[in-house]
Nanobody, 124 residues
Framework: QVQLVESGGGLVQAGGSLRLSCAAAGRTFRSYVMGWFRQAPGKEREFITAINWSGGSTYYADSVKGRFTISRDNAKNTVYLQMNSLKPEDTAVYYC?????????????????WGQGTQVTVSS
């Protein structure tokens, strides 16, 4: 089992940057694909990006490609989401998630463990 805790959310102006962190408890962190999702009020939780166990493979939703970067540090059991050029439409609760196996998933039902979420608000 993996316990995930996100941090780093907050209020930022449009065009600004934030870096989210997700710390995982458990010695098998490196065996998990890690993903980030977000959920805006009244909307479905949507996939943003994911990274495989080694960090050598990543995948991004079109809405964040070129602006967001996912990375992981297996020695620290942490995955990061660097968010640049933020827009008001990026406002949401951001969740990290973990799934077993080697394949990157893009659906929320493919992920087994979830953090509690961290709020990101981008003002115009």
């Amino acid at each position: 089992q993996v316990q995930l805790v996100e941090s780093g959310g907050g209020l930022v102006q449009a065009g600004g940057s934030l870096r989210l962190s997700c710390a995982a408890a458990g010695r098998t962190f490196r065996s998990y694909v890690m993903g980030w999702f977000r959920q805006a009020p009244g909307k479905e939780r949507e996939f943003i990006t994911a990274i495989n166990w080694s960090g050598g493979s990543t995948y991004y939703a079109d809405s964040v490609k070129g602006r967001f970067t996912i990375s992981r540090d297996n020695a620290k059991n942490t995955v990061y989401l660097q968010m640049n050029s933020l827009k008001p439409e990026d406002t949401a609760v951001y969740y990290c998630a973990a799934r077993g196996g080697l394949r990157i998933g893009v659906r929320k039902d493919e992920y087994d463990y979830w953090g509690q979420g961290t709020q990101v608000t981008v003002s115009s």
